[in-house]
């Protein structure tokens, strides 16, 4: 009898033996998907690449000082950002201070207090999952409807836009806070309720604090996304030349995105040189956006 379990056990570990060597890493099948693969990857990255070097060459002579400083115009060689810089500014602090809040007090409620054996809970977590992934035209026309419903006139101003990057943002900063507090050890909350601190003080006084820089860099993330958006902000009537500078909320504005879209659509190639030159500045704002949110999560995330 031990032999004959001996040698059933050696069969059965020569023949999982076999079959990882058959089916592993150096089978036929892995080295063709890793190929393709890779093949893929360069693909995508060859044509990023050429993209950026064909945008970089045909904008880069002007990219002066013209370009942050002057307004809009007819004659491309006078023409510059100024105001969709401005109006960028606005637009993007604007949601910060209306999204910012609003998702790590949501994420709060959702990861530390809510109780996720009812179905609500369930429902909103996998609603907030899902918003995350919706096409952001749809937050442009839900806030052309809410703005609708309370009866705004002129849908073309600061906060109207802030509303409409706001949704599109929201639910990543919920995600991305709550996958921040996920990362604070159960121990500090335990040694903090056991020295006898509310649950409302131990978030506020230690999990808080501990998970700020994840936060930070999902903020900056999310806002670095909202800064790219032209969709949501053409559906509310955003305006597409701008010669004032934007000074409130209830002001009318344009953003860096918008006045690209307004360059690329003329037939002059001296302003498509302006679409390229804008581009470039608007994508080195968002690698400092991405590189500052980078260096937050490096240099202050605690390491349990």
């Known amino acids: 009898m031990t032999f004959l379990t001996t040698g ?35 693909v995508a990255f060859g044509v990023l690449l050429t993209l950026i070097i064909t945008t970089l060459i045909d904008g880069f002579s002007r990219l002066d000082s013209r370009l942050v400083t002057e307004y809009p115009a007819s004659a491309p060689e006078r023409a510059g950002l100024r105001p969709a810089i401005l109006g960028s500014i606005w637009v993007i602090g604007a949601t910060a201070l209306l999204t910012i809040p609003l998702g790590v007090a949501a994420a709060v409620h959702l990861e530390e207090f809510a109780d996720r054996k009812k179905w609500f809970n369930r429902a909103i977590e996998l609603n907030v999952q899902n918003l995350a992934a919706v096409p952001s035209i749809v937050y442009g026309l839900l806030a052309l409807g809410f703005l609708a419903l309370l009866g705004v006139q002129n849908k073309n101003i600061v906060i109207g836009g802030a509303l409409a990057l706001g949704l599109l943002v929201l639910p990543v900063i919920i995600i991305s806070t709550r ?126």
């Open 8 to 42: 059933l056990g050696a069969h059965i570990r020569s023949a999982s033996i076999h079959g990882k060597v058959r089916g592993g890493e150096h089978s036929a099948r892995f080295v063709l998907f890793l190929i393709a693969l890779w093949l893929c990857l360069f």
């Open 179 to 304: 996958e921040a507090l996920r990362g604070v050890p159960l121990e500090i909350r335990q040694g903090s309720l056991a020295v006898g601190a509310t649950p409302l003080q131990t978030v506020w006084r230690q999990t808080l604090p501990a998970s700020v820089p994840g936060i930070a860099t999902g903020a900056i993330l999310g806002l670095s996304r909202a800064l790219g958006e032209a969709a949501p902000l053409l559906v509310l009537g955003a305006l597409v030349f701008v010669s004032f500078d934007p000074n409130g909320l209830l002001s009318g504005y344009t953003t860096m995105p918008i006045q690209i879209f307004n360059w690329t659509s003329r037939p002059q190639a001296e302003f498509h040189e302006l679409a390229s030159a804008g581009s470039i500045l608007l994508l080195l704002i968002l690698l400092a956006m991405n590189g500052l949110a980078i260096f937050i999560r490096n240099r202050y995330q605690q390491r349990w």
